[in-house]
């Protein structure tokens, strides 16, 4: 976002709100009902999202301490300026200017106060709002960015947080900068425009997962975030052994671990990979079918053949000729 934009959004951010005024004028605690139903420590997007609507910011409340609560929603913090102490799941994480914060619903936080120099703004984000992102994602064929976004809409059993130290990455501001903008101003065609950066979005920080932080309690979910980014950036001719090394890991333990952890051991995962990248090429290019088997780790155009009809149930040409129907099925219909 160019800075003169940006300087103008902070302008906004930073302006005291009504909750922070009511704080400052003396009251020491949160007003729970404007967060939480009677007895529950449970923030309610109910009570935060307009009726209708998957996606919302707001600024976080500075001035006043957060007991500890959970949410019904996933929750996206990106620190716009000065930083902000959490507590989530007994961790304590320290958020700085530039830095992405993703909780998902099983996450446990507590916030200490903030200054007013310290603006943050809050995503609410309904796990709905994900599946046009996914979709987008999916047709990259990106079985690592598949199994984050079931982090955050806690379909692996995982909990807690991931924390993004992604300040120094341009793109990665600009696109939360530019959700920002189009939803605080009500753009139109804002939850397309916003579905579409969020997926965006992902992809640029599949680039940068060793930037990403998370807690002990998730190890093993860091674990596998591990593996498949390495094979995400391997696959064609990466090896276990490798991988092992860079993980300081033995190969047994670490074989037996993936297999564990995601149910397909790492041969399987790197077949998977290769032909969910098999299958984007022959959709949306017009490369040989040789060379796309070479593209993705095949020097035997036979391997590629048999391996790719036990996946698809069909042979690659097949494949290209029924994705190409399809769509222009698809169109005829629009």
């Known amino acids: 976002m160019e800075d003169n934009l940006k300087t103008e959004l902070l302008e906004e ?78 961790t304590d994480v320290v958020l700085h200017e530039g830095e992405l914060l993703f909780l998902n619903q099983k996450a446990e936080q507590e916030i200490y106060p903030a200054s007013e120099s310290d603006i943050a703004v809050n995503f609410i984000i309904l796990p709905e709002f994900f599946e046009y992102s996914l979709a987008m994602i999916r047709e990259e064929k990106n079985l690592l960015s598949d199994f984050v976004v079931d982090c955050l809409k806690g ?20 696109l939360i900068e530019n959700m920002i903008w189009t939803i605080w101003h009500k753009q139109p065609n804002r939850r397309s425009i916003n579905q579409i950066t969020m997926g965006v ?27 498949l980014g390495y094979i995400e950036e391997h696959y064609t001719d990466g090896d276990l052994s490798e ?26 995962l790197v077949r998977k990979k290769r032909m969910r990248q098999a299958g984007y090429l022959l959709r949306n290019t017009t490369l040989s079918v040789m060379d796309i088997g070479m593209m993705v780790g095949y020097g035997q155009l036979s391997n590629f053949h048999r391996l790719f009809r036990r996946e698809y149930g069909m042979t690659p040409g097949q494949y290209r000729v029924k994705s190409a129907a399809s769509r222009g099925s698809n169109f005829d219909s629009i």
């Open 13 to 90: 951010l930073r302006k005291i709100t009504v909750e922070e005024q009511i704080i400052l004028n003396g009251t020491k605690t949160i007003e729970r009902e404007r967060y939480m139903s009677k007895g529950e420590n449970v923030v309610d997007a109910s009570k935060l999202l307009e009726a209708g609507k998957l996606i919302q910011v707001r600024t976080h409340t500075r001035f006043v301490h957060f007991p500890k609560h959970t949410h019904n929603y996933i929750e996206v913090i990106y620190m716009c300026q000065g930083s902000t102490h959490h507590v989530i799941d007994g």
């Open 155 to 174: 379909e692996n059993d995982s909990s807690g947080y991931m924390h993004f130290k992604v300040a120094e990455v341009v793109p990665v501001q600009n």
């Open 201 to 227: 979005l992902f992809l640029q920080l599949m680039n940068h997962m060793d930037l990403m932080e998370t807690n002990a309690q998730n190890k093993q979910q860091k674990l596998v975030i591990d593996v």
């Open 243 to 268: 991988l092992s090394q860079l993980l300081h890991r033995s190969m047994y333990g670490l074989s037996r671990e993936i297999k564990k952890l995601t149910g397909s051991n790492y041969v399987e």
